[in-house]
């Protein structure tokens, strides 16, 4: 807890005074132009890897990346994000960033004891489609395949949701799926077959 205190003092007394305008301005404006949708693990952060400043991505984070699918009727956080990202600030793109070495989509490869974990078991069911995908094209039981599926299951997931719905058919936002690799620093686009092509060299 001192190395946050101690950041925080650092951020206070290094970074504030640099960029005063931009928090001025930020105060009472909110408008990113990108939701951003990542895994929860530590390792991957969403403005180091783009070098965003604040103000500009949308983050939501979850366990394995995973985007449930609309659910009418639901208290869903995920969705609820995923509207006001949408539908209020009018993001222009979506990112969903899947990563080398995910915890949440080897527990999916290798299976995991439910009794033991509940929580993360129904959540990671959100992945079914993922590992259908992963099975289907001959990949079953390879972190990296899993991973490059469950980006793209996840795409379509975001796609039931109907302000994205609407946003994809008036053609006023698109959709991205990005691998980060942890190891090598490199980010990679997944095409709609889940061909991936390395983003920027
Ligand atoms: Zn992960």
């Given at each position: 807890?001192?190395?946050?205190?101690?950041?925080?003092?650092?951020?206070?007394?290094?970074?504030?005074?640099?960029?005063?305008?931009?928090?001025?301005?930020?105060?009472?404006?909110?408008?990113?132009?990108?939701?951003?949708?990542?895994?929860?693990?530590?390792?991957?952060?969403?403005?180091?890897?783009?070098?965003?400043?604040?103000g500009e991505l949308f983050v939501i984070r979850t366990a394995?990346?995973?985007?449930?699918?609309y659910a009418p009727g639901s208290a869903d956080g995920v969705?609820?994000?995923?509207?006001?990202?949408?539908?209020?600030?009018?993001?222009?793109?979506?990112?969903?960033?899947?990563?080398?070495?995910?915890?949440?989509?080897?527990?999916?490869?290798?299976?995991?004891?439910?009794?033991?974990?509940?929580?993360?078991?129904?959540?990671?069911?959100?992945?079914?489609?993922?590992?259908?995908?992963?099975?289907?094209?001959?990949?079953?039981?390879?972190?990296?395949?899993?991973?490059?599926?469950?980006?793209?299951?996840?795409?379509?997931?975001?796609?039931?949701?109907?302000?994205?719905?609407?946003?994809?058919?008036?053609?006023?936002?698109?959709?991205?799926?990005?691998?980060?690799?942890?190891g090598t620093g490199t980010v990679e686009e997944l095409d709609?077959?889940?061909?991936?092509?390395?983003?920027?060299?």
């Amino acid at each position: 807890m001192q190395d946050l205190e101690q950041g925080v003092a650092r951020f206070r007394r290094d970074v504030f005074p640099a960029k005063t305008e931009l928090f001025t301005r930020l105060a009472t404006t909110h408008r990113p132009a990108t939701l951003f949708i990542s895994c929860s693990d530590a390792r991957v952060v969403p403005e180091l890897i783009t070098q965003s400043e604040p103000g500009e991505l949308f983050v939501i984070r979850t366990a394995g990346n995973l985007v449930p699918a609309y659910a009418p009727g639901s208290a869903d956080g995920v969705a609820a994000g995923i509207e006001y990202a949408v539908a209020v600030l009018d993001v222009s793109d979506i990112v969903v960033c899947g990563h080398s070495g995910c915890g949440a989509m080897t527990a999916v490869a290798d299976g995991l004891d439910p009794a033991a974990l509940p929580a993360v078991a129904g959540w990671l069911r959100h992945a079914d489609a993922s590992r259908a995908r992963t099975t289907a094209e001959g990949g079953a039981g390879t972190v990296a395949a899993l991973v490059r599926q469950n980006v793209l299951a996840q795409l379509a997931n975001l796609a039931t949701h109907p302000s994205v719905a609407r946003a994809l058919a008036g053609e006023t936002v698109a959709l991205h799926g990005w691998i980060y690799d942890i190891g090598t620093g490199t980010v990679e686009e997944l095409d709609a077959t889940g061909r991936p092509s390395a983003l920027a060299v």
